[in-house]
């Protein structure tokens, strides 16, 4: 059995792309300022050290140039690991990503893939302004050809991490910037965690909580709060935006019959809403309580200290919409 040893976020990605980068020579990794410099969260150190500029590749400031380079890369049998430093920056791949890399399977009949991983950061809570705060994970989950997922914990990160490499088709990879430093066990070796299945990693009987990201821990917290006045909250990581894991959501939300979705994006047309339609068409008749969604306010993020934590949801927020369902 594999030995857990607590690493943090960052660590752990780092060494699940090491570890596949020693058993696959055809792994490569590009980004701005990821090889000497160690990527601007300290993401890559050491790779470029052991691996060096043929794997290691740092790209001119043209992520639309650059990742051009990995779908045609991906194509002719190499693996890349391509970072976008801010997700912000999606917005400069999206012909390339969504005309080309999400389509290549189907307009190949199969004959073609694009085994690649795009990787990025997302999220509020750095000051970074409103360009480069911003979470686009619910624009990649809606082009068909594309999985999306989002880690919450470290073993996660590493087990997705894994996953998404492996994959035959592209995978984007969402990393909350401000779970970096978040530490947990994380199982040594081989850690694979399946793409398109969620975790209870809460059980409870009285709400299910469904949520990804930076989202899981504020409702892990939120939840050990409620318990002290004997609220029992089933938490779902959902880790796989696309696809999805209905099965487990809807298991969950028959067994609680109440349901609060999470989200750290801003709350129109985004994964929250989706979530709760599917709980709607799913276990409609199992609810005592219309579904609640809880995200991020529909504007841009300030880069005020004082105004930005006024933006997304905090635990407090969480153990209010939870009250307000089984009042």
């Known amino acids: 059995m594999p030995v857990d040893r607590l690493l943090s976020f960052r660590e752990a990605i780092l060494e699940s792309i090491t570890q596949e980068m020693r058993t696959d020579p055809n792994i490569i990794l590009m980004g701005e300022d990821v ?12 790779l470029f050290d052991e691996f060096g500029n043929k794997r290691i590749i740092d790209t001119p400031i043209s992520e ?15 693996r890349p690991v391509f970072e976008v430093m801010f997700g912000d920056f999606l917005t400069l791949v999206m012909d390339q990503l969504v005309n080309q890399a ?26 970074l302004g409103p360009q480069h705060s911003q ?32 994959d035959e088709d592209p995978v984007l990879i969402f990393e909350d910037r401000l779970l970096y430093q978040q530490t947990g066990h ?13 975790q209870v990693i809460r059980p409870g009987r009285d709400i299910s909580v469904i949520a990804f990201g930076r989202m899981v821990p504020l409702a892990l917290s939120a939840a050990d709060t409620l318990a002290v006045e004997g609220i029992e909250v089933e938490i779902i990581n959902g880790r796989s935006l696309y696809p999805l894991d209905v099965e487990t959501i809807v298991a969950s939300v028959r067994h609680t019959h109440r349901a609060l979705v999470l989200d750290s994006a801003p709350i129109r047309y985004g994964i929250t809403g989706e979530i709760a339609a599917m709980i709607g068409e799913e276990a409609f008749d199992w609810l005592d309580a219309p579904v609640r969604r809880l995200s ?3 504007i841009p993020v300030p880069i005020s200290r004082t105004l930005e934590p006024l933006v997304a949801p905090d635990s407090g927020a969480i153990i209010g919409a939870v009250r ?3 009042a």
């Open 135 to 166: 979470s686009f994970h619910a624009w990649a989950a809606h082009v068909p050809g594309l999985k999306v997922v989002m880690p919450s914990t470290p073993a996660d990160a590493k087990g997705l991490f894994t996953a998404a490499i492996r």
């Open 296 to 298: 991020a306010a529909h």
């Open 186 to 198: 994380v199982p040594a070796g081989d850690h694979v965690v399946p793409i398109g299945h969620a």
């Open 64 to 78: 639309s140039g650059a990742f051009g380079m990995a779908i045609g890369a991906a194509m002719m049998g190499l």
């Open 35 to 46: 090889g000497v410099a160690g990527g601007v969260f300290n993401q890559t150190v050491g």
């Open 102 to 127: 999400a389509k290549v399977r189907y307009m190949s009949a199969g004959r073609a893939g694009v085994p690649l991983v795009l990787r990025t950061t997302m999220g509020l809570g750095s000051n």
């Open 324 to 326: 307000q369902l089984l």
